[in-house]
């Protein structure tokens, strides 16, 4: 069955930079656009960026870009988010999500149960 | 705020149907991107309850449907049960922002 599992949260210091990764199994994420998606304590859902299928565009949300990188290594089956220059505003839990559907009117079929990242000195 | 406009609460007692509404823009629901619905509980995964504007995906009761007309979707959910009660998000692509939004979500709490 399809499963997403993030790891790679923590206690960060603002200005530091952090990598998260979720592990695909049940499918292959090379045939799949994938997403991040973010709650922030307190907030509702925002879309952080996105990966497609094959790999060609990766867009970011206004409030992360520049500043965070998706990525996938397609040997482990696995994405990965770098979130560089960290601030307090990026706390928050972190999913993936398997995308569906076509690149503009997708959604999200399956998610990982997230991973907490708090931005704190 | 965000760019899709949800009630913050809605509440009915069981067995009632409720609606929860969102409302976008011409560069988002208006411009004919499709409209999504998950449920979230808090500390777990959101799930997804409709895609396309009013497709379930398998395993999802008929009890919950949803539509979309304009600048605005709907989600409904008839014969509300205890385990209804959660956050409900809808989601849209938007063509000025280049990804996806979402509504600040609804809680909505079985009486």
């Known amino acids: 069955q399809v499963q997403l599992v993030e790891s790679g949260g923590g206690v960060v210091q603002p200005g530091r930079s952090l990598r998260l990764s979720c592990a695909a199994s049940g499918f292959t994420l090379s045939n799949h656009g994938m997403n991040w998606v973010r709650q922030a304590p307190g907030k509702g859902l925002e879309w952080v960026a996105i990966?497609?299928?094959?790999?060609?565009?990766?867009y970011y949300g206004d409030s992360v870009k520049g500043r965070f990188t998706i990525s996938r290594d397609s040997s482990k089956n696995t994405l990965y988010l770098q979130m560089n220059s960290l601030r307090a505003e990026d706390t928050a839990m972190y999913y993936c999500?398997?995308?569906?559907?076509?690149?503009?009117?997708?959604?999200?079929?399956?998610w990982g149960q997230g991973t907490l990242v708090t931005v704190s000195s | 705020q965000s760019v899709l406009t949800q009630p913050p609460s809605v509440s009915g007692a069981p067995g009632q149907r409720v609606t929860i509404s969102c409302t976008g823009s011409?560069?988002?629901?208006?411009?004919?991107?499709?409209v999504n619905w998950y449920q979230h509980l808090p500390g777990t995964a959101p799930k997804l309850l409709i895609f396309g504007n009013n497709n379930r995906p398998s395993g999802v009761p008929d009890r919950f449907s949803g539509s979309k007309s304009g600048t605005s979707a709907s989600l409904a959910i008839s014969g509300l049960q205890a385990e209804d009660e959660a956050d409900y998000y809808c989601?849209?692509?938007?063509?000025?922002?280049?990804?996806?939004?979402f509504g600040a979500g609804t809680k909505l709490t079985v009486l």
């Open positions: 989601q849209s692509y938007d063509s000025s922002l280049s990804g996806w939004v």
């Open positions: 999500a398997r995308h569906r559907g076509s690149a503009t009117s997708g959604w999200a079929d399956f």
């Open positions: 990966i497609w299928d094959d790999g060609s565009h990766k």
């Open positions: 011409s560069s988002n629901i208006g411009a004919s991107y499709d």
